[in-house]
């Protein structure tokens, strides 16, 4: 997720404004903070640590990603996918949405993206590891990968950089998961997750709110259907051409990306 990416955000319903007004002024105000963030930290580095040691996982999702017009409407952008990978280096993903059909491999060597809905695909060299795919496709090319912050081998570390604020909010329930739900804060976003008690401590939602764009735009992507090791979804991460997909450079792969061909960024405050 770059810094332009985070585009998102929660809508209040009517009904619920004066209730909303009392959270505020209860973790404002009156939240002990020592005691809930050692133990916010500890449930974060568990997740981290337990998805680090899985050298094989899977999982679906469904994503929503906010933009906000040039007239200050927010829109919400929604897609579905699955994701596999081994570590160290193979990884297998698809997104489908309203205007992206798309299936992401990699297999140490080289990054295939293939575009559905054109039968279009191109390649890039990129050898290395996940954690060098997901630096590489984020800061090079723009492209993040579903909850990439996630798959990193030292998660902790990265999601922890800049965090001025910590609260360890107690449990909530996701897709019929009991979660530890924690919220975090640094100078550019804030950021939530929910992390499946037990002794499976996956991320079972995560949500990123920018404090860069006007009217603080959100992306949420919620997960399902976690399974590691052999139970993983076994995949092909060697891109094989089975619709005679027509090859492409990547500037040429139309249909592809996290916005419409016809939607134009604009620029953060």
């Known amino acids: 997720m770059n810094k332009t990416a985070p585009t998102f955000a929660m809508n209040l319903m009517q009904s619920m404004y004066v209730a909303a007004l009392s959270l505020i002024v209860v973790l404002g105000t009156s939240m002990p903070a020592s005691a809930d963030e050692a133990d916010a930290k500890r449930i974060l580095k568990s997740m981290s640590d337990y998805l680090a040691a899985q050298n094989a996982l899977s999982f679906d999702y469904d994503a929503t990603l906010e933009i906000v017009t040039f007239e200050g409407q927010k829109l919400a952008l929604a897609s579905s996918g699955s994701l596999s990978m081994k570590r160290p280096d193979k990884l297998y993903a698809t997104r489908a949405g309203g205007f992206a059909d798309t299936a992401t491999s990699f297999d140490g060597k080289t990054l295939t993206i293939l575009g559905k809905n054109e039968n279009l695909y191109t390649q890039v060299d990129i050898p290395g590891t996940i954690d060098n795919l997901v630096d590489e496709l984020r800061f090079e090319y723009n492209r993040p990968l579903p909850a990439a912050d996630l798959l990193l081998t030292n998660a902790y570390k990265e999601l922890m950089h800049g965090v001025t604020d910590i609260k360890d909010l107690g449990s909530a329930v996701i897709g019929g998961v009991e979660c530890d739900y924690l919220a975090f804060r640094t100078e550019e976003v804030d950021w939530q997750i929910w992390i499946a008690q037990g002794d499976r401590p996956y ?9 860069l764009i006007d009217g603080g735009p959100q992306y949420s992507i919620q997960t399902s259907k976690w399974k590691s090791g052999r139970k993983a979804k076994n995949r092909h991460f060697t891109f094989k051409n089975k619709t005679d997909a027509t090859k492409v450079d990547l500037k040429d ?3 592809t990306g996290d916005l419409p061909d016809h939607f134009k960024m604009g620029e953060s405050k």
Do not use: A, F
């Open 203 to 211: 991320p079972c939602r995560y949500v990123i709110s920018s404090k």
């Open 253 to 255: 792969l139309k249909g």
